[in-house]
């Protein structure tokens, strides 16, 4: 296994947000972590980076406890992109250098300036490399930002919400960029989500949190209309459009 959480506890003052996770998931794969508002899956991703430390536990990439390191260490380690991409006066270019941050030495050294220009390339971004990010579209912001997590080279990727607030269209390009990128790099991207027909299309396995613990982890398997209705609380329907399982609340039982 590439990464294993193990027995994961988190509390706010006296409050359990996060009991005895567990899970393990390989290079290669897309992880949607699913659930209703309020369960911890944005908490979970920020105990996975240390952004948030958790009360016990232990997350292993590659036989290493991240929970140990130094911040510096998990950031050449693990690319997180938050829900909410703060932005500044700063060209999509030196956004994007920042990512370099855990990497550079003493000055920006050519590799550095590589790595960048390919992502860029790697994105279509080509033509705003020199735009201000203050300017841009939600799409086009949370390009930027993906392109700062992916610069860190990481072996796991960390998305809160990458398609939040984005129309049908960015949805579906970010979704198909993040998996190009799992696919092309051989690592994994865990990403939290609410949309469960996206999670259908772009994820591989798949992680339900109900009260504050992994309620179900696996494959395509464990989405049945059952499971749904028991975390979400809502009676839906599974079939199949043009080959592609679909969610759709199920009218006929919804009071």
């Known amino acids: 296994m ?16 996060l009991q005895e996770i567990g899970f393990s998931i390989e290079r ?9 508002n309020g369960v911890g899956k944005t908490t979970l991703l920020k105990c996975l980076n240390r952004i948030l430390r958790p009360r016990k536990g232990a997350v292993l990439l590659d036989d290493e406890n991240l929970l140990d390191l130094s911040t ?4 050449r380690r693990v ?23 855990p ?8 590799r550095d300036l590589s790595i960048v220009d390919a992502i860029f390339t790697r994105l279509g971004m ?7 990010i203050d300017e841009m579209s939600g799409g086009e912001l949370q390009k930027v930002a993906i392109a700062r997590a992916l610069v860190q080279e990481p072996r796991v990727l960390l998305l809160d919400e990458p398609t939040s607030n984005l129309d049908l269209k960015n949805q579906v390009d970010i979704l198909t960029i993040i998996r190009e990128v799992v696919c092309d790099h051989n690592i994994a991207a865990v ?3 609410h949309d469960l027909n996206q999670a259908l299309r772009f994820a591989d396995t798949f992680i339900f949190i109900k009260n504050g613990t992994v309620y179900r982890h696996g494959s395509t398997d464990i989405i049945t209309p059952e499971i749904i209705e028991e975390v979400y609380g809502l009676p839906v329907m599974i ?7 679909c969610v759709i609340p199920d009218a006929c039982r919804i009071a």
């Open 103 to 110: 990497h550079i030495g003493w000055d920006v050294t050519s």
């Open 72 to 75: 510096m260490d998990i950031a």
């Open 239 to 245: 079939g199949e459009f043009g080959g592609v399982r």
């Open 28 to 36: 290669g794969q897309v992880v949607a972590v699913l659930g209703p």
């Open 79 to 101: 690319g997180y992109v938050p829900q909410r991409v703060e932005t500044g006066r700063l060209t999509a270019f030196d956004a994007v250098l920042l990512g370099r941050h």
């Open 2 to 17: 590439m990464l294993t959480v193990n027995e994961l506890k988190f509390m706010y003052r006296n409050k359990n947000v």
């Open 126 to 132: 080509e033509n705003q490399r020199l735009a201000y």
């Open 191 to 193: 990403m939290t989500m």
